[in-house]
C-alpha cells in the first residue's frame, strides 16, 4: 500500500471513530480517548529513536513538557489557534532533540540513555524557576467550552479529540514511510550493529540527529494541546513519570520495528488504564504498565507483532546485514 493511500486510509478511519464517538453522546468517549491518541503521538516519536535506531531515550517527558510550556508561553504572550501551538511545540521540541542529540549521541547504551534522563531533570528544573510559566506553582489555561466554525459549534474536547486524531494518523503515516524508506535502511543499521554501519559509510552520526529531532518534534506535538486539555499545567504533570514510562513500555509491548507497534501498545495499554482510573484508581496505572511489560519482556521479547511473527514461522531476529548492504547501495524497498 502505498503512502498516500494509507494517510487517505488512515484519515477514513479517524473520521469513523469520530463519528462514532458523537453518536454515543458521552463526552468521556473524547476524554479517555484523546488520552490514548496523546500515548499513541508519544510513543511512535519515541519509536523513531528508540525503536528503529535503538537508543532508548529516558527524557520523553522532557519533550512533552516542551510542547506544554510552548503553548503556555504563546497563551501569554499571543494566543494562536491550537493547530498553531502544535506547529510551533514540534519546532521548539524538535529543535531541544537537535540540542540534545548534539550533546549525547557520542554516548552508546546506558550511557545515552542515563543522559536523557538528566537532561529531563534540567529541564524540569529551569520551568519550575521560571516564574512566567508558573513556576512551582503551575499556570491556568481556561479553554471556551465550545468552538464555533461557521454555523457549526462543537464542544472543546471533541475539537482536541480531532485535533489528536488527526496527528495521530500524521504521525503513523510519517514513521511508515521512515520505515519503508532509505532513511529507515539507515536506521536499522545503527540499532543492528552501528559500527559495521560506520565501516560500510552509513552517515551515522547525521541520521542519528536526524532521528532526536524527528522523535522530540512528535513528542512535542503530543504535549502542545495538552494545556487546554486539562486546563492547569504544573511541572510535576507536565513532566510526569507516566510519559516517560508509557512511551518506552507501549512501544515495547506492541513491537519496536514497526510503525504498527506503538499503535498496538498504545491502544491496549492506554485503554486499560482509562479503564482502571474509572473503576480503581489512577494510582495504579504505572503498576498496570509494570506487570504488562515483566510479563511481555519474559513471553515475548519483541512485542505482540514479533510474537505473531514467531507464531506464523517468520524469523524476527536482527537482519543488519541485509539492510546495511541496502543502505550503503542507496537502495529503497
Known amino acids: ?56 531515550n529516558f527524557g520523553s517527558a522532557a519533550f512533552f513538557a516542551m510542547g506544554a510550556y510552548s503553548t503556555v508561553v504563546l497563551h501569554k504572550v499571543l494566543p494562536l489557534p491550537v493547530p498553531v501551538l502544535i506547529a510551533v511545540g514540534g519546532v521548539v521540541a524538535g529543535l531541544v532533540g537537535l540540542g540534545m542529540g548534539y550533546l549525547t549521541l557520542r554516548l552508546r547504551g546506558a550511557f545515552f540513555a542515563i543522559a536523557t534522563l538528566a537532561l529531563a531533570i534540567v529541564l524540569q528544573t529551569l520551568v519550575v524557576n521560571w516564574d512566567f510559566v508558573g513556576g512551582s506553582r503551575g499556570a ?87 494545556p487546554y486539555y486539562i486546563g ?39 485503554s486499560l488504564q482509562q479503564i482502571a482510573t474509572v473503576t480503581i484508581s489512577s494510582a495504579v496505572n504505572l503498576l498496570i504498565v509494570g506487570l504488562l511489560l515483566t510479563g511481555f519482556v519474559i513471553v515475548a521479547p519483541n512485542g505482540i507483532l514479533g510474537l505473531v511473527a514467531r507464531l506464523r514461522g517468520r524469523p524476527t531476529g536482527p537482519v543488519g546485514r541485509r539492510v546495511i548492504r541496502g543502505a550503503a547501495a542507496g537502495e529503497t524497498p
Open 140 to 226: 491556568y489555561i481556561i479553554r471556551p467550552n465550545t468552538l464555533e466554525l461557521g454555523s457549526l459549534q462543537i464542544a472543546y474536547i471533541e475539537y482536541l479529540f480531532a485535533l489528536m486524531l488527526l496527528l495521530a494518523v500524521g504521525a503513523l503515516t510519517l514513521a511508515r514511510v521512515i520505515e519503508r524508506s532509505r532513511l529507515g535502511y539507515g536506521f536499522a543499521t545503527i540499532r543492528d550493529d552501528e559500527l559495521a554501519a560506520e565501516a560500510c559509510g552509513v552517515p551515522t552520526l547525521r541520521l542519528k540527529l536526524l532521528a532526536t529531532t524527528l522523535s522530540g518534534a512528535l513528542m512535542g506535538m503530543a504535549g502542545a494541546p495538552f
Open 1 to 56: 500500500m502505498r503512502s498516500p493511500v494509507f494517510f487517505l486510509l488512515g484519515l477514513a478511519v479517524a473520521a469513523a471513530v469520530f463519528g462514532f464517538g458523537l453518536l454515543l453522546k458521552n463526552d468521556y468517549f473524547f476524554f479517555a480517548g484523546y488520552t490514548v491518541l496523546q500515548y499513541v503521538v508519544l510513543a511512535t516519536g519515541w519509536n523513531i529513536l528508540g525503536g528503529y535506531t535503538g537508543y532508548v
Open 232 to 270: 492547569y499545567l504544573q511541572p510535576s504533570s507536565a513532566f510526569g513519570l507516566e510519559y516517560a514510562v508509557n512511551s518506552i513500555a507501549m512501544p515495547m509491548i506492541g513491537g519496536t520495528t514497526s510503525w504498527a507497534g506503538p499503535l498496538i501498545g498504545a491502544v491496549l495499554l492506554g
